[in-house]
Protein backbone atom coordinates (compact mmCIF):
# COMPACT_ATOMS: atom_id res chain seq x y z
CA UNK A 1 0.00 0.00 0.00
CA UNK A 2 1.19 3.43 -0.64
CA UNK A 3 0.63 4.39 2.75
CA UNK A 4 3.47 2.26 3.86
CA UNK A 5 5.75 4.01 1.04
CA UNK A 6 8.02 6.39 3.74
CA UNK A 7 9.16 3.49 5.94
CA UNK A 8 9.86 0.71 2.99
CA UNK A 9 11.87 3.83 1.48
CA UNK A 10 13.65 4.83 4.87
CA UNK A 11 14.78 0.87 5.37
CA UNK A 12 15.78 0.35 1.79
CA UNK A 13 17.94 3.25 0.81
CA UNK A 14 21.44 2.89 0.85
CA UNK A 15 23.31 5.82 3.06
CA UNK A 16 24.96 8.60 1.79
CA UNK A 17 25.63 12.30 1.57
CA UNK A 18 22.32 14.33 1.96
CA UNK A 19 21.06 15.95 -1.29
CA UNK A 20 20.40 19.34 1.01
CA UNK A 21 19.85 20.18 3.88
CA UNK A 22 16.04 19.76 5.92
CA UNK A 23 16.65 23.36 7.39
CA UNK A 24 17.07 24.69 3.91
CA UNK A 25 14.15 22.28 1.67
CA UNK A 26 14.31 22.47 -2.41
CA UNK A 27 10.87 22.60 -3.70
CA UNK A 28 10.39 19.48 -5.96
CA UNK A 29 12.97 17.55 -3.63
CA UNK A 30 11.38 17.59 0.15
CA UNK A 31 8.51 19.28 -1.11
CA UNK A 32 6.05 20.03 -4.21
CA UNK A 33 4.24 22.82 -4.64
CA UNK A 34 0.69 23.04 -5.66
CA UNK A 35 -0.55 24.42 -8.63
CA UNK A 36 -3.90 25.79 -7.32
CA UNK A 37 -3.48 26.84 -3.40
CA UNK A 38 -6.37 25.74 -1.33
CA UNK A 39 -7.98 28.33 0.85
CA UNK A 40 -6.74 27.71 4.19
CA UNK A 41 -8.83 27.98 7.48
CA UNK A 42 -5.86 29.71 9.97
CA UNK A 43 -6.61 33.36 10.79
CA UNK A 44 -4.04 35.86 11.19
CA UNK A 45 -0.44 35.44 11.60
CA UNK A 46 -1.00 31.36 11.92
CA UNK A 47 0.19 29.17 9.31
CA UNK A 48 -2.42 26.04 8.48
CA UNK A 49 -0.83 22.80 8.61
CA UNK A 50 -2.88 19.93 7.27
CA UNK A 51 -2.10 15.92 8.19
CA UNK A 52 -3.61 13.80 5.75
CA UNK A 53 -3.19 10.33 7.89
CA UNK A 54 -4.74 7.06 7.95
CA UNK A 55 -5.73 4.89 11.06
CA UNK A 56 -4.43 1.75 9.55
CA UNK A 57 -1.56 3.20 8.04
CA UNK A 58 1.74 2.13 9.90
CA UNK A 59 3.84 4.84 8.70
CA UNK A 60 1.26 7.52 10.12
CA UNK A 61 1.32 5.59 13.47
CA UNK A 62 5.10 6.02 13.56
CA UNK A 63 4.83 9.50 12.53
CA UNK A 64 2.43 10.56 15.52
CA UNK A 65 4.81 11.12 18.11
CA UNK A 66 7.22 12.98 16.35
CA UNK A 67 4.29 15.35 14.55
CA UNK A 68 3.08 15.51 18.00
CA UNK A 69 6.23 16.75 19.74
CA UNK A 70 6.48 19.77 16.41
CA UNK A 71 2.64 20.73 16.99
CA UNK A 72 3.45 21.53 20.89
CA UNK A 73 6.93 23.01 19.86
CA UNK A 74 5.41 25.34 17.27
CA UNK A 75 2.74 26.46 19.58
CA UNK A 76 0.66 29.45 18.63
CA UNK A 77 2.72 30.07 15.18
CA UNK A 78 0.38 26.99 13.33
CA UNK A 79 -3.44 25.72 13.48
CA UNK A 80 -3.64 22.15 12.92
CA UNK A 81 -6.16 20.28 11.18
CA UNK A 82 -6.04 16.56 10.37
CA UNK A 83 -7.76 14.76 7.96
CA UNK A 84 -8.47 11.07 7.10
CA UNK A 85 -7.76 9.97 3.95
CA UNK A 86 -10.75 7.54 2.47
CA UNK A 87 -9.00 4.53 1.40
CA UNK A 88 -11.75 2.75 1.11
CA UNK A 89 -13.96 5.27 -1.19
CA UNK A 90 -16.59 7.65 0.01
CA UNK A 91 -18.01 4.96 2.68
CA UNK A 92 -14.63 4.73 4.30
CA UNK A 93 -15.34 3.82 8.08
CA UNK A 94 -12.27 4.84 9.71
CA UNK A 95 -12.64 8.38 8.36
CA UNK A 96 -16.23 7.97 9.29
CA UNK A 97 -15.15 7.36 12.75
CA UNK A 98 -12.43 10.00 12.78
CA UNK A 99 -15.15 12.71 11.79
CA UNK A 100 -17.78 10.87 14.23
CA UNK A 101 -14.88 11.57 17.19
CA UNK A 102 -14.25 15.03 15.81
CA UNK A 103 -18.16 16.23 15.98
CA UNK A 104 -18.65 14.52 19.52
CA UNK A 105 -15.31 16.62 20.69
CA UNK A 106 -13.81 13.39 21.77
CA UNK A 107 -11.23 13.52 19.18
CA UNK A 108 -8.12 14.59 21.66
CA UNK A 109 -9.00 11.86 24.14
CA UNK A 110 -9.72 9.03 21.48
CA UNK A 111 -7.15 9.78 18.51
CA UNK A 112 -4.02 8.33 20.44
CA UNK A 113 -6.45 5.20 21.86
CA UNK A 114 -7.41 4.11 17.89
CA UNK A 115 -3.86 4.19 16.63
CA UNK A 116 -3.08 1.92 20.24
CA UNK A 117 -6.23 -0.28 19.12
CA UNK A 118 -4.95 -0.89 15.36
CA UNK A 119 -1.37 -0.90 16.17
CA UNK A 120 -1.00 -2.70 19.02
CA UNK A 121 -3.88 -4.79 20.11
CA UNK A 122 -4.38 -5.33 16.82
CA UNK A 123 -7.90 -4.54 16.48
CA UNK A 124 -9.51 -4.98 13.04
CA UNK A 125 -11.20 -1.84 13.02
CA UNK A 126 -12.04 -1.81 8.71
CA UNK A 127 -16.05 -1.95 8.85
CA UNK A 128 -19.15 -0.11 10.56
CA UNK A 129 -19.78 -2.59 13.11
CA UNK A 130 -16.36 -3.12 14.19
CA UNK A 131 -15.66 0.19 14.62
CA UNK A 132 -19.15 0.95 16.41
CA UNK A 133 -19.06 -1.81 18.67
CA UNK A 134 -15.05 -0.82 19.53
CA UNK A 135 -16.22 2.49 20.43
CA UNK A 136 -19.21 1.98 22.67
CA UNK A 137 -16.62 -1.29 24.07
CA UNK A 138 -14.39 1.68 25.30
CA UNK A 139 -16.69 3.76 26.92
CA UNK A 140 -18.54 6.24 24.38
CA UNK A 141 -21.87 6.33 24.49
CA UNK A 142 -24.06 4.61 22.22
CA UNK A 143 -27.05 6.77 21.45
CA UNK A 144 -24.59 9.93 21.31
CA UNK A 145 -22.33 8.03 19.10
CA UNK A 146 -24.69 7.10 16.54
CA UNK A 147 -26.32 10.06 16.27
CA UNK A 148 -22.85 11.73 15.29
CA UNK A 149 -22.43 8.70 12.79
CA UNK A 150 -25.28 9.54 11.32
CA UNK A 151 -25.68 12.81 11.83
CA UNK A 152 -25.97 15.22 8.35
CA UNK A 153 -22.84 17.21 9.10
CA UNK A 154 -20.40 13.86 9.60
CA UNK A 155 -21.97 12.20 6.49
CA UNK A 156 -21.47 15.43 4.70
CA UNK A 157 -17.60 15.68 5.20
CA UNK A 158 -17.25 12.16 4.54
CA UNK A 159 -18.55 12.33 1.46
CA UNK A 160 -16.28 15.38 0.42
CA UNK A 161 -13.29 13.69 1.46
CA UNK A 162 -12.39 12.21 -1.97
CA UNK A 163 -13.09 16.04 -3.46
CA UNK A 164 -11.01 17.14 -0.59
CA UNK A 165 -8.07 14.58 -1.13
CA UNK A 166 -8.14 15.27 -4.69
CA UNK A 167 -7.94 19.36 -4.68
CA UNK A 168 -4.88 18.59 -2.52
CA UNK A 169 -3.54 16.20 -4.76
CA UNK A 170 -2.97 13.49 -1.87
CA UNK A 171 -2.85 10.05 -2.45
CA UNK A 172 -0.65 8.87 0.48
CA UNK A 173 0.03 9.17 4.28
CA UNK A 174 1.01 10.54 5.97
CA UNK A 175 1.18 13.64 3.99
CA UNK A 176 1.34 16.92 5.75
CA UNK A 177 0.35 20.26 3.66
CA UNK A 178 1.23 23.37 4.98
CA UNK A 179 -0.49 27.06 4.14
CA UNK A 180 -2.67 24.95 1.60
CA UNK A 181 0.39 24.96 -0.84
CA UNK A 182 3.35 23.41 0.48
CA UNK A 183 2.85 19.56 0.46
CA UNK A 184 5.45 16.81 1.50
CA UNK A 185 5.87 13.81 3.51
CA UNK A 186 8.65 11.76 5.12
CA UNK A 187 9.11 9.79 2.12
CA UNK A 188 10.12 12.92 0.15
CA UNK A 189 12.51 13.98 3.00
CA UNK A 190 13.78 10.42 3.28
CA UNK A 191 14.37 10.22 -1.10
CA UNK A 192 16.08 13.98 -0.98
CA UNK A 193 18.79 13.74 1.61
CA UNK A 194 19.19 9.48 1.82
CA UNK A 195 18.01 9.15 5.17
CA UNK A 196 17.61 5.61 6.42
CA UNK A 197 17.84 6.16 10.33
CA UNK A 198 13.86 6.56 11.45
CA UNK A 199 14.94 8.63 14.19
CA UNK A 200 17.39 10.97 12.18
CA UNK A 201 14.14 10.88 9.23
CA UNK A 202 11.71 11.99 11.95
CA UNK A 203 14.37 15.05 13.13
CA UNK A 204 14.79 15.55 9.34
CA UNK A 205 11.21 16.01 8.47
CA UNK A 206 10.34 18.57 11.48
CA UNK A 207 13.29 20.84 10.14
CA UNK A 208 11.35 20.72 6.59
CA UNK A 209 8.41 21.49 8.14
CA UNK A 210 9.82 24.41 10.23
CA UNK A 211 10.85 25.89 7.38
CA UNK A 212 8.07 25.70 5.65
CA UNK A 213 5.98 27.55 8.10
CA UNK A 214 8.89 30.23 8.42
CA UNK A 215 8.39 30.38 4.33
CA UNK A 216 4.85 30.69 4.77
CA UNK A 217 4.72 33.20 7.84
CA UNK A 218 6.59 35.50 6.13
CA UNK A 219 3.71 36.29 3.58
CA UNK A 220 1.18 36.61 6.30
Same mark, same amino acid.
Given at each position: ????R????????I???A?A???????????????A??????????????????????A?N????A???W?????????????H??????????????????? *? #?? &?????H? $??? !???V??? =???????I??W???????????????N?????????R????????K?S??P??????????????????????D *? #?? &???A??? $??? !??V???? =?T?
Open positions: MRSLFALVAASLAGVNSPADPKNGAEYTTLSPQPVQATGKKVEVIEFFAYHCPCAFEPLNQVKKQGDNIVMRRILPFQGPADPEAHLFLTLEA *M #GK &LEEFHK $VFR !AVHERK =KLSTDDAIAATSNGLDKAKFMEAWSFGVTTKLRLQQVSAAYVSTTIVIDGKYVLSPATVAESNKIQ *M #GQ &LMQTSQ $VMD !ALAKAA =KK
